[in-house]
Structures are given as C-alpha cells and as structure tokens.
C-alpha cells in the first residue's frame, strides 16, 4: 500500500518565521511528487516535483526532492498570515497506464500576527 | 489556465435524495478526472478514477453502485451519490489533468449535507 506521512502535522509560527514541512513516502512505481495548499475550499497546486536535488522556488515558497531517501521539503521564508493553511504532500504513481495521487494527511499551517 | 468547476458548492437534502455533483474542466480537455472525498481534519481520499468513455475505476472499499461516475465527454465527469443517508454527508472534490503525470487541478469542492 502506498503511503505518503508529512510532519509535522501542525506548526503555529510568527509572521517572519520560516517555517520547513516534511514529507516522507513509500510508494511503488513513483512519477512525481506535488505541493498543494488548502485554505477554505480545494487545493491549489504549487509544485510538481520528479527529479531529485533541483530546487523549485515560487516567490517565498520553494521545495526540493530527494528520491534515495524518499523525501521533500517545503520551504517558507518570510511568513505572512496569507499563509496560513493547509499543505498537502501527494505522490504521483504509475502502473500499467492507471495513474493515481496519494495524499499525506496535511500540515496545519498557523501564522500569527 | 487549467480550470476546473465544480457545481454545486453546497448541497442540503433529505436522506434518500440521489445527488448529482457536475465536474467540468474549463480550458482543457480532460483525459482523466478524479473524485475524492474529504472528512472533516483529514486528508483526501481517493474515492475513483475515470478515463473518458471508459468504466471508472474504484478504489478499495468505495461502492460502486452508491456512487455512480460518468465521464461522458472531455470536459465533464459526475458524481452521483445514490439514495444518500447521513454518513455519506462529507466534501466531495474532482479534480483533472490534461494528460498523464501533469499536475491535476481540482475544482472547489462541493459540500453534501444529508439530514
């Protein structure tokens, strides 16, 4: 069974902060690796990661993968309040012309004035 | 680019009602959407998959004869929750991508209450 784990599952930071989310998979016949944030309603796409060690950056917000251990962070530098959400980690996979897109369950996002 | 809508944003209705919740790609065509289900402080759970014109395909333990998915064109799949009881309440999202291993991009969810 695929399985994607993120951490920590909630963080509350100061506007300023930067703040590092993990996450971690297993997952068999791995494609890519994609970054989602979840505020009141769906998510909203910001990376799609597939190879390892090349840095995507989005204004504030960058992240990185690394495919011999299994892992990607997601960066935030500077944090506004604007950024307060919901991150989910997703991986990608492949088989036999069926793809799918396992979910961690999310880091919880809190910045405070 | 690559907008999904999803109608409606809400529904409220009586256990035993059928549902049926519009997802449409906006700016592009579709080769495969995707129909999650999402509970309150959890993450998204894949509920199924379909190709155009093809069966869709249903993850382990979501009842196909419950909830019904057509992807009659490029741009248009629907969920329907059959004879909805108040456990099926919960945030349905689709989303869709353009082709294999593209990012998919999701609609606004629609929230379904069953009284």
């Known amino acids: 069974e695929d399985k994607v784990v993120q951490s920590p599952l909630s963080l509350v930071v100061h506007e300023g902060d930067t703040v590092t989310l993990n996450c971690s998979y297993e997952?068999?016949?791995?494609?890519?690796l994609l970054w989602y944030k979840q505020e009141k309603k769906a998510p909203t796409f910001l990376f799609m990661l597939?190879?390892?060690?090349i840095e995507k950056k989005s204004g504030r917000l960058s992240s990185i993968l690394d495919k011999k251990e299994l892992f990607s962070i997601l960066n935030i530098t500077a944090t506004q309040t604007g950024d307060s959400a919901i991150y989910l980690c997703?991986?990608?996979?492949?088989?036999?012309?069926?793809?799918?897109?396992?979910f961690g369950t999310g880091t919880k996002l809190q910045v405070i004035p | 680019g690559a907008v999904v809508s999803q109608h409606p944003s809400w529904v409220i209705c009586k256990s035993g009602t059928s549902v049926k919740i519009e997802c449409r790609s906006l700016?592009?065509?579709?080769?495969?959407m995707f129909w999650y289900r999402q509970f309150p402080k959890q993450s998204l759970m894949l509920m199924a998959t379909?190709?155009?014109?093809?069966?869709?395909?249903?993850e382990q333990g979501v009842e196909k004869d419950k909830f019904l998915i057509n992807h009659a064109s490029l741009t248009l799949s629907t969920l329907t929750v059959t004879s909805a009881h108040p456990e099926d309440s919960s945030f349905y999202i689709c989303?869709?991508?353009?082709?294999?291993?593209?990012?998919?991009?999701f609609g606004d969810g629609t929230r379904l209450s069953i009284l």
């Open positions: 989303s869709a991508n353009a082709r294999t291993n593209q990012p998919q991009h």
């Open positions: 997952v068999t016949n791995f494609r890519s």
């Open positions: 597939t190879s390892s060690g």
């Open positions: 997703a991986v990608g996979t492949s088989s036999g012309g069926y793809q799918k897109v396992t």
């Open positions: 700016d592009f065509q579709a080769t495969t």
């Open positions: 379909s190709n155009e014109g093809s069966k869709a395909t249903y």
